[in-house]
């Protein structure tokens, strides 16, 4: 009878031991499949945000790529032909003796020396708008909307209650996103009003941007556009995002929102 | 010296028990320079274990009362224990924790003065105090889970460490319950649960020795 109880004590225990054993292998178990499955899940995330930022990249480059061959197209078809033109224009000046065509001859060459000065001073604004040097950005967004309604083939109204100081760079991306924004209702949506607004503080600038063209049918080809990757591309650098509006319809609605200037770790990096 | 008496089998397991410690401690000491705050604070529960074998060991040797040491050893070990979950649970209240481990020392206290006295195994005072460790590395867990960024566990040594508290306590829980009325049983019962202890007792010097091992994720 003593044995049995033993061996009955002992099974007890092992039992017990060995029950409660396996209930703590049970939970480090499941902590380690969840574990496993979160970080499966953070890697997937971060492929996926490399490869967001490769395309980005992408489009920054050949947004580069492209601008280079606009001016050199620019300078080689333009400024380059008409100093070609003004130096045989020169070449006559010399070898003619006529005084009348002497005269003629000189003022052609000056005209094509003036047209040329205005077609350096176009390419070289393009690079760097004067007018967002010298005024800033409200000011050159402001001149863009006046010059497209001067047109008379689109009405641009812009409304500004934004009051702050904006890092340079920063006000040359927004400069260029507005640019890219009118260019491309001009080009494809067939608007014939565009409103724009641009609000905030002193941390951060937002802007909005609605017209009533034929909008975004779809909105992952509009995202695969170069030019929204650009635009993308360049809220990103200014740690800002991109939000498409609810109804894309009747028209495009956009509002972005970025930083004001670099953050202390921008500048560190 | 029949090597089948259960005694001589019995101090066989004691002998290896009490030198598994060496194991852990040997790694901490070896990687002393390269250990983080948190592994220093584990090298110092490791240490503890190593004394409190050792004093009971040599005091067994010489045929000397031996488990007073263990009173004194368990509000040590809730203290060490304390100065590595603090470390690491950082979404619970400190006071809180605190509140909780001075009730359970004063407990293993009040269980020496009026329970199990100086000449008794202190079991109630040890599983009081795997109860409240099983209770923090489940709190540890729990903090993990909440957390939005994983962390690569194989080479975080608070999680080997937490892993061998969980398992070693659940399972040495039951026979620390039992533990006082075993030593009236059979020598067969006593026996298989010194072994188990002792197969316990190899899994946490086990996860010590990898959280003393590992590199600190930084």
Same mark, same amino acid.
């Given at each position: 009878?003593?044995?049995?109880?033993?061996?009955?004590? @002992?099974?007890?225990? %092992?039992?017990?031991?060995? &029950?409660?054993? *396996?209930?703590?292998?049970?939970?480090? /178990?499941?902590? +380690?499949?969840?574990?496993?499955?979160?970080?499966?899940?953070?890697?997937?995330?971060?492929?996926?945000?490399?490869?967001?930022?490769?395309?980005?990249?992408?489009?920054?480059?050949?947004?580069?790529?492209?601008?280079?061959?606009? @001016?050199?197209?620019? %300078?080689?078809?333009?400024? &380059?032909?008409? *100093?070609?033109?003004?130096?045989?224009? /020169?070449?006559? +000046?010399?070898?003619?003796?006529?005084?009348?065509?002497?005269?003629?001859?000189?003022?052609?060459?000056?005209?094509?020396?003036?047209?040329?000065?205005?077609?350096?001073?176009?390419?070289?604004?393009?690079?760097?708008?004067?007018?967002?040097?010298?005024?800033?950005?409200?000011?050159?967004?402001?001149?863009?909307?006046?010059?497209?309604?001067?047109?008379?083939?689109?009405?641009?109204?812009?409304?500004?209650?934004?009051?702050?100081?904006?890092?340079?760079?920063?006000?040359?991306?927004?400069?260029?996103?507005?640019?890219?924004?009118?260019?491309?209702?001009?080009?494809?949506?067939?608007?014939?009003?565009?409103?724009?607004?641009?609000?905030?503080?002193?941390?951060?600038?937002?802007?909005?941007?609605?017209?009533?063209?034929?909008?975004?049918?779809?909105?992952?080809?509009?995202?695969?556009?170069?030019?929204?990757?650009?635009?993308?591309?360049?809220?990103?650098?200014?740690?800002?995002?991109?939000?498409?509006?609810?109804?894309?319809?009747?028209?495009?609605?956009?509002?972005?929102?970025?930083?004001?200037?670099?953050?202390?770790?921008?500048?560190?990096? | 010296?029949?090597?089948?008496?259960?005694?001589?089998?019995?101090?066989?397991?004691?002998?290896?028990?009490?030198?598994?410690?060496?194991?852990?401690?040997?790694?901490?000491?070896?990687?002393?320079?390269?250990?983080?705050?948190?592994?220093?604070?584990?090298?110092?529960?490791?240490?503890?274990?190593?004394?409190?074998?050792?004093?009971?060991?040599?005091?067994?040797?010489?045929?000397?009362?031996?488990?007073?040491?263990?009173?004194?050893?368990?509000?040590?070990?809730?203290?060490?224990?304390?100065?590595?979950?603090?470390?690491?649970?950082?979404?619970?209240?400190?006071?809180?924790?605190?509140?909780?481990?001075?009730?359970?020392?004063?407990?293993?206290?009040?269980?020496?003065?009026?329970?199990?006295?100086?000449?008794?195994?202190?079991?109630?005072?040890?599983?009081?105090?795997?109860?409240?460790?099983?209770?923090?590395?489940?709190?540890?867990?729990?903090?993990?889970?909440?957390?939005?960024?994983?962390?690569?566990?194989?080479?975080?040594?608070?999680?080997?460490?937490?892993?061998?508290?969980?398992?070693?306590?659940?399972?040495?829980?039951?026979?620390?319950?039992?533990?006082?009325?075993?030593?009236?049983?059979?020598?067969?019962?006593?026996?298989?649960?010194?072994?188990?202890?002792?197969?316990?007792?190899?899994?946490?010097?086990?996860?010590?020795?990898?959280?003393?091992?590992?590199?600190?994720?930084?």
């Amino acid at each position: 009878m003593g044995e049995t109880a033993d061996i009955t004590n @002992i099974e007890l225990l %092992l039992a017990g031991m060995l &029950g409660m054993f *396996l209930l703590a292998l049970g939970v480090v /178990f499941f902590f +380690l499949a969840y574990q496993r499955r979160i970080i499966k899940q953070q890697k997937e995330h971060q492929a996926k945000e490399a490869e967001y930022q490769q395309q980005l990249m992408r489009a920054n480059l050949l947004s580069q790529e492209k601008e280079r061959n606009r @001016i050199g197209k620019d %300078l080689h078809d333009g400024v &380059g032909a008409m *100093l070609s033109t003004s130096k045989l224009y /020169f070449r006559h +000046l010399e070898q003619d003796g006529n005084p009348e065509k002497f005269q003629e001859l000189k003022e052609k060459a000056m005209d094509l020396l003036e047209e040329t000065m205005t077609s350096v001073r176009r390419v070289s604004h393009d690079l760097k708008p004067v007018v967002l040097e010298r005024l800033g950005l409200v000011e050159a967004i402001a001149n863009m909307a006046d010059q497209l309604s001067e047109s008379g083939a689109i009405k641009v109204c812009f409304k500004n209650s934004w009051r702050g100081q904006m890092d340079k760079e920063y006000e040359l991306n927004w400069f260029r996103i507005v640019q890219e924004l009118l260019n491309n209702t001009i080009k494809h949506s067939g608007a014939t009003e565009v409103y724009m607004e641009l609000f905030g503080d002193q941390e951060q600038v937002q802007f909005s941007y609605h017209d009533n063209g034929v909008g975004l049918t779809n909105k992952s080809t509009a995202k695969a556009g170069l030019g929204m990757q650009n635009i993308v591309s360049r809220l990103s650098l200014m740690q800002g995002e991109l939000r498409y509006g609810e109804n894309q319809e009747n028209g495009i609605s956009l509002t972005m929102k970025a930083a004001t200037g670099p953050t202390n770790n921008d500048r560190e990096e | 010296m029949d090597g089948s008496n259960p005694f001589i089998k019995l101090e066989v397991w004691l002998k290896v028990s009490y030198f598994l410690i060496y194991i852990p401690l040997l790694i901490g000491l070896f990687r002393l320079k390269k250990l983080s705050p948190l592994q220093v604070r584990i090298l110092v529960i490791v240490g503890l274990s190593f004394l409190n074998d050792t004093l009971t060991y040599v005091l067994r040797i010489r045929v000397e009362p031996n488990l007073w040491v263990y009173h004194v050893f368990v509000p040590v070990l809730i203290w060490a224990m304390y100065r590595v979950y603090v470390m690491s649970l950082t979404s619970f209240s400190i006071n809180l924790m605190r509140w909780i481990l001075g009730l359970v020392v004063l407990f293993s206290i009040l269980n020496t003065l009026f329970l199990q006295s100086m000449d008794i195994f202190n079991s109630n005072a040890i599983v009081a105090s795997g109860i409240l460790f099983i209770l923090l590395s489940l709190l540890y867990f729990y903090e993990l889970i909440g957390q939005k960024k994983a962390q690569d566990y194989r080479i975080t040594p608070m999680m080997w460490f937490n892993i061998g508290v969980l398992l070693h306590y659940s399972g040495t829980m039951v026979l620390f319950f039992f533990v006082n009325s075993l030593r009236e049983q059979s020598v067969d019962i006593m026996l298989a649960s010194w072994v188990l202890n002792m197969v316990f007792t190899g899994v946490l010097i086990g996860f010590y020795s990898t959280a003393l091992w590992v590199k600190q994720q930084t």
